[in-house]
């Protein structure tokens, strides 16, 4: 029975660049590490009890999992540019300073479920603040139910 496949996965083009650097470093430097620490390994002796040796095994494992996963997921991307059209409010792709209601501002980036991190601004699309943010314009105020509580969010700008 074929899988049938979800629509594909809106990413920004940076994050589309950064999935593919992301698959070339776990094919190439990320697994070439895994191959030598199996041959230092297998050098030790007896497979049966080497610890090393499955350790590795085991991050190879881990390894080719996440090669899988990240193939996948360049398979179902889809690039979605930010919508110049609508150029005064923060839709996909594109960046705004967010206010809360004590004051505190955020840079955030709107973006794909899998190229999301607060850390490093980028909002995903589909969390619960970027839904209720995503095409609203400067100045608009969304309220919004998160596991902390409902929050207050402005636009303060688009950057």
Do not use: C
């Amino acid at each position: 029975m074929k899988q049938s496949r979800t629509p594909g996965e809106a990413i920004t083009a940076e994050g589309l660049d950064a999935l593919k650097a992301e698959i070339e470093n776990l094919e190439g430097p990320e697994r070439e590490k895994i191959a030598e620490r199996l041959k230092v390994a297998r050098a030790m002796g007896d497979l049966k009890e080497n610890a090393e040796y499955h350790i590795a095994k085991d991050d190879q494992a881990h390894l080719e999992t996440r090669i899988k996963r990240a193939r996948e997921r360049l398979l179902d991307a889809v690039v979605v540019e930010a919508d110049e059209s609508a150029a005064d409010t923060f839709s996909f792709g594109r960046t705004a300073v967010v206010t809360d209601t004590e004051g505190r501002e955020y840079t955030w980036t709107l973006v794909g479920s899998t190229e999301a991190s607060l850390a490093e601004g980028r909002l995903s699309a589909e969390s619960p603040v970027g839904q209720a943010l995503q095409n609203k314009a400067v100045g608009e105020r969304v309220e919004v139910n998160t596991p902390k509580g409902p929050r207050s969010f402005t636009i303060s700008r688009l950057a």
